[in-house]
């Protein structure tokens, strides 16, 4: 069976980058009228990708570590994601642009779930509940968080209740 993998995307985020797509377009226009549409996408497509490549290397590491469940790697991966956002924050706060990226989240949010739900495949609860307290102490919204603090306290009394 496969990892989840949950993406929300921002839809306001959507926006500056058509505006990108219509600058690559507009500079097409003054370069090839007839294929600008073509290569303003291919451009758009290369810088996104690169981008994503580049800046979120160790989110996209961990990603690739859950993937082949190999926990304790992912782990080391996204504590270096959420450092890396940490002391730039303004490139996770403009991930539209820096990244072109659209999820809801931001990279240092995603980090600390992710750390959380690594810990929880690998049984060390009491690990999974520090990251998902530590999103929520950083990102009080986070539902992801939210329910999976729920889910734990319910486990936890379900087995207290059955070693009575």
């Given at each position: 069976?496969?990892?989840?993998?949950?993406?929300?995307?921002?839809?306001?985020?959507?926006?500056?980058?058509?505006?990108?797509?219509?600058?690559?377009?507009?500079?097409?226009?003054?370069?090839?009228?007839?294929?600008?549409?073509?290569?303003?996408?291919?451009?758009?497509?290369?810088?996104?990708?690169?981008?994503?490549?580049?800046?979120?290397?160790?989110?996209?590491?961990?990603?690739?570590?859950?993937?082949?469940?190999?926990?304790?790697?992912?782990?080391?991966?996204?504590?270096?994601?959420?450092?890396?956002?940490?002391?730039?924050?303004?490139?996770?706060?403009?991930?539209f642009l820096t990244m072109m990226s659209s999820s809801q989240m931001c990279y240092r949010e995603m980090?600390?779930?992710?750390?959380?739900?690594?810990?929880?495949?690998?049984?060390?609860?009491?690990?999974?509940?520090?990251?998902?307290?530590?999103?929520?102490?950083?990102?009080?919204?986070?539902?992801?968080?939210?329910?999976?603090?729920?889910?734990?306290?319910?486990?936890?009394?379900?087995?207290?209740?059955?070693?009575?």
């Amino acid at each position: 069976m496969s990892t989840p993998v949950v993406r929300r995307v921002n839809w306001w985020s959507v926006v500056p980058q058509i505006a990108v797509f219509a600058l690559f377009w507009f500079l097409w226009q003054l370069i090839d009228p007839e294929r600008a549409i073509l290569f303003a996408a291919i451009t758009h497509f290369v810088l996104s990708v690169g981008l994503r490549q580049i800046v979120g290397r160790y989110h996209r590491q961990g990603m690739n570590h859950v993937k082949s469940k190999n926990y304790e790697a992912a782990i080391e991966a996204f504590e270096k994601s959420y450092v890396f956002f940490s002391e730039n924050e303004w490139v996770d706060r403009y991930r539209f642009l820096t990244m072109m990226s659209s999820s809801q989240m931001c990279y240092r949010e995603m980090a600390l779930t992710n750390i959380a739900f690594c810990y929880s495949q690998l049984d060390k609860l009491e690990q999974t509940k520090v990251y998902y307290e530590r999103a929520l102490a950083e990102f009080p919204n986070n539902a992801l968080a939210i329910t999976a603090l729920e889910m734990l306290e319910d486990g936890e009394e379900e087995n207290f209740e059955k070693k009575r």
